[in-house]
């Protein structure tokens, strides 16, 4: 299936280095119009202007006046949770009684997670996002079945099995020794094995007994390339009962870095109610905050301080969330959070939003060298978009006077439907219209 030597041509935009916060003359953007891409055994190894064809030794796919983009990298989403996004009517803790819990406990059948799991793979190709940072269910085969899915589909994945064992339904309670043993097992299989990572995973800790989470912390330390992944400072509520649950605790926070699970390796969900003490442990640990917007506008969780957090010099990432976020697609996400930054009276560049999606993910994920970018040596994930779909966004494109312009519109106005391919390590995974494609190449 992998073609060796593969050539796509169109208009090349990604990131260099990391654009300033709301300046939109930066040297960190890349475009490229109307170029090829060169992508030899799955790996970029160079560019050049469309003037200059690659020659018949190279399969050549023409995606001319299309924007071609990195595979976006979303850093927080729920596999099991596609199938009740879109629930009605609650805020974080009832959401999570209501809908969540009984959404999840349908993974202890292998067959379901193992379907599930294919079809939210599915649809995060789909969306053109080729990486993420993914929590399943507490059962083990829901995380074997994310790793083995997104082996068969080439992706960057990483994962691990979710841990919970209080203040949750019994059926999706572990305990701490079983857990252990399942956490030790995955590890040893997938971390580490294709393009797998191993994330340990505490769902927030209201749900995991101090005995837990020092497990969980003595794991990161045992295998101190494995991830971290959890939920943080979300919601007014959830920060109370974590107060009440961890009285010696300064914030809820130090609750994670008590049990050593802050590190430069751990992705933090929303962190909407932190302070500035928390702010500055994620910056000195390293760790990141994945920014969930749509997550945190669905919930009504509050409006995340994009700008503090840059301010403080703690790395952001964007994250759907689905499904309490209402998308998969980074575009939607990321509009959602310019709204956000817009009622913080800022103004979020696409060129900030974009790298949030792509090379400042993957920095703050440690993967630079591997995805994010068009840099030579990176993975070939690539996605291939239509600038505007109907009138409105073709109208709009028409009318854009300079890059910035035309890339903000795209991302105010597209989705998924504006996929036209997805490339997965130098092999097209999805493509929106496969006789369209067929005949472009
Ligand atoms: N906090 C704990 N679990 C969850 C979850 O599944 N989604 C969100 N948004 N927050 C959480
Ligand atoms: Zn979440």
């Given at each position: 299936q992998l073609p060796r030597r593969l050539a796509l041509r169109g208009d090349l935009l990604d990131f260099t280095g990391m654009p300033e916060w709301a300046?939109?003359?930066?040297?960190?953007v890349r475009f490229r119009p109307d170029h090829w891409v060169l992508i030899e055994d799955g790996r970029i190894v160079g560019a050049q202007p469309a003037a200059q064809p690659p020659d018949e030794s190279w399969e050549r796919h023409d995606y001319r006046g299309r924007l071609v983009l990195p595979g976006f990298i979303d850093t927080h989403v729920h596999s099991p949770q596609i199938d009740m996004i879109a629930s009605y009517g609650t805020e974080l803790l009832d959401w999570l009684n209501t809908y969540t819990f009984p959404a999840e406990m349908c993974f202890a059948n292998p067959a379901v997670a193992h379907a599930g799991a294919a079809r939210f793979l599915d649809a995060l190709l789909e969306s053109g996002t080729t990486s993420a940072v993914v929590f399943p269910t507490v059962h083990k085969g829901s995380a074997e079945a994310l790793f083995a899915g997104a082996s068969a589909r080439g992706m960057r994945l990483v994962t691990g099995k979710v841990l919970m064992d209080r203040n949750a339904p019994p059926s999706l309670c572990d305990d701490v020794v079983k857990a252990e043993r399942d956490c030790v097992d995955l590890i040893e299989r997938w971390h580490g094995v294709g393009r797998n990572s191993y994330a340990v995973t505490v769902r927030f800790a209201p749900t995991s007994t101090p005995e837990q989470l020092q497990m969980a912390g003595q794991l990161c330390a045992a295998y101190p390339t494995t991830y971290m992944q959890t939920h943080v400072a979300e919601n007014r509520d959830e920060v109370k009962w974590v107060q009440s649950l961890f009285p010696e605790a300064r914030s809820y926070l130090d609750v994670y870095t008590r049990a050593g699970l802050l590190y430069s390796r751990s992705v933090l969900a929303h962190g909407i109610w932190l302070d500035d003490n928390d702010r500055a442990a994620i910056r000195d640990s390293g760790a990141q905050v994945a920014h969930s917007p749509s997550s945190n506008l669905f919930l009504g969780s509050g409006l995340f301080d994009w700008n503090g957090a840059v301010q403080a010099g703690a790395n952001v990432s964007m994250a759907?969330?689905?499904?309490?976020?209402?998308?998969?697609?980074m575009q939607r996400t990321l509009a959602d959070a310019y709204k956000i930054q817009a009622l913080n009276g800022q103004r979020l560049t696409a060129w900030k939003a974009l790298h949030s999606a792509t090379r400042g993910a993957a920095q703050a994920l440690g993967l630079e060298r591997e995805i994010?970018?068009?840099?030579?040596?990176?993975?070939?994930?690539v996605c291939v978009w239509d600038w505007a779909r109907g009138l409105v966004a073709e109208r709009r494109d028409q009318l854009v006077r300079d890059l910035h312009e035309r890339v903000f519109a795209w991302l105010t106005l597209s989705d998924e439907r504006n996929l036209v391919a997805a490339y997965v390590a130098g092999v097209k995974?999805?493509?929106?219209?496969a006789a369209t494609a067929a005949q472009q190449e």
């Open positions: 300046t939109i003359e930066t040297p960190a759907s969330d689905v499904g309490a976020g209402t998308s998969l697609s994010g970018s068009f840099d030579i040596g990176c993975t070939a994930d995974r999805h493509a929106a219209d």
